[in-house]
């Protein structure tokens, strides 16, 4: 089956370094994404990765190893907006999106 | 800019009646999607439009319908709504059907008693 894991929610500092992992499992693959999504708003879109290696975009980072059907993303100088799920999505082989249920990211002072 | 615009924001609705959510975009999008999303799950794909014209099923299909008359707007109706369809609906659009950014309406919750 198809299947995208990734943890429930996790807590970390202002100013500190969190990695978000997600596993998948789909029939096919074509790229994985991923979405941050602040309480009550609208997803929006972060990050896409198809080959295998690091994306770097300012404060954000997304990882790709397509042999372990895994990810992560990278959230560096943490700051009190970054609070809010973020969502990762895998492409399966007719190009639809597997969406995983979100971690919720919770940043303290 | 509005990008997508969904409507209603909220709204409450008897079991048995009929509802249709409204979603437009003006960025000349030829893929569309409707979505739901409830808490501990995922988004779960509802029906999606490649192009005007055409539609396509997704995972959870049963209880809706849609139509794609233009490139613009992308209705999706409850014909009978139940209490099972109580969630937060996203509308979404891509510039083509194979993997690419996906923009998101800004939701419409609703709740069905």
């Known amino acids: 089956g198809q299947n995208i894991d990734q943890p429930t929610e996790m807590t970390a500092t202002e100013g500190a370094i969190v990695q978000i992992n997600c596993t998948y499992q789909t029939s096919g693959f074509n790229g994985l994404f991923w979405y941050q999504q602040h309480a009550g708003e609208a997803p929006t879109f972060l990050s896409y990765n198809v080959l295998d290696g690091l994306e770097e975009k300012g404060r954000f980072s997304s990882f790709l190893s397509r042999s372990k059907g895994y990810s992560y993303l990278l959230l560096k100088e943490l700051q009190m907006k970054d609070s809010a799920s973020y969502l990762c999505a895998g492409t399966d082989s007719n190009y639809q999106l597997i969406w995983g249920a979100g971690t919720k990211l919770i940043i303290k002072p | 800019i509005a990008g997508i615009t969904q409507a209603p924001t909220s709204q409450i609705l008897a079991a048995g009646r009929r509802m249709t959510l409204r979603c437009t975009q003006d960025?000349?999008?030829?893929?569309m999607y409707w979505y739901r999303q409830d808490l501990g799950l995922g988004l779960r794909l509802i029906h999606y439009s490649n192009t005007a014209g055409t539609t396509g099923k997704g995972e959870v299909p049963d209880g809706y319908s849609v139509s794609r008359a233009n490139t613009d707007d992308f209705p999706l109706t409850l014909a009978s709504a139940v209490p099972s369809q109580t969630s937060v609906y996203f509308c979404?659009?891509?510039?083509?059907?194979?993997?690419?950014?996906?923009?998101f309406g800004e939701g419409s919750r609703l709740t069905v008693l």
């Open positions: 979404a659009s891509s510039d083509s059907a194979g993997p690419g950014e996906l923009f």
């Open positions: 960025m000349r999008h030829n893929a």
